[in-house]
């Protein structure tokens, strides 16, 4: 069982590695770069599992059920996320500080853009709502308050969308967003594995 957590932690590891050389190409400006490193984590995926099965099999005299390749590829799978989880909080918010920076401030004019294409703060944001507001409706000194609430609830929105990409960089939330992904392929990719793993005889 030790050698499925290490096959686990070592998968955990490389895919790590691609996640943050991923999140150095800046994958707001270019959202293909998301795919194509999702596609390498899913391959390294499933090369650890496959590698994991066939370690185990060649260590349990060439004898592996379909629900061992089952059960084990789920832990590597999952091994695999609290690594990823681990060093991917470890090192935004510890070894390279200056990116988590970077990145919210990306994601939040990223975020911004969305709904204005002339504002790049949530505060610029609310300050442009008003002006535009201002010119397009008739409004008085006394629609001032309503206005600058609409805005306020506008922007909440925008900042509940930052909120959300910031929990990437605590534990909790980098264990929920690597762990459900990665369990939930590894498990698919169990099945493919499984059924070459345990069917093949030992050479």
Not at 22 to 28: E, K, P, R, V
Not at 48 to 69: E, M, P, T, V
């Amino acid at each position: 069982m030790k050698q499925t957590y290490l096959w686990g932690a070592l998968a955990g590891a490389f895919i790590l590695i691609e996640t943050l050389v991923g999140n150095q190409l800046d994958i707001f400006k270019d959202p293909s770069t998301k795919l194509y490193i999702l596609v390498i984590n899913l391959l390294t995926l499933g090369l650890g599992i496959y590698l994991a099965l066939r370690d185990y099999k060649q260590r349990n005299n060439g004898h592996i059920s379909f629900a061992r390749c089952m059960f084990n590829g789920i832990l590597i799978s999952a091994m695999a996320a609290i690594v990823t989880a681990i060093g991917y909080v470890i090192y935004f918010n510890y070894i390279n500080p200056d990116v988590k920076v970077t990145y919210m401030k990306e994601a939040e004019t990223f975020f911004v853009k969305e709904k204005d294409s002339t504002a790049t703060t949530i505060v610029q944001y609310k300050e442009n709502f008003v002006v535009n507001y201002n010119d397009t409706v008739r409004t008085t000194q006394a629609d001032r308050p309503r206005i600058e609430q609409m805005a306020s609830d506008s922007a909440k929105v925008v900042q509940t969308k930052l909120d959300k990409a910031g929990q990437l960089f605590t534990f909790s939330g980098a264990v929920i967003s690597f762990t459900g992904p990665l369990v939930l392929i590894g498990l698919l990719l169990s099945v493919i594995v499984a059924s070459v793993i345990a069917t093949r005889k030992q050479q």
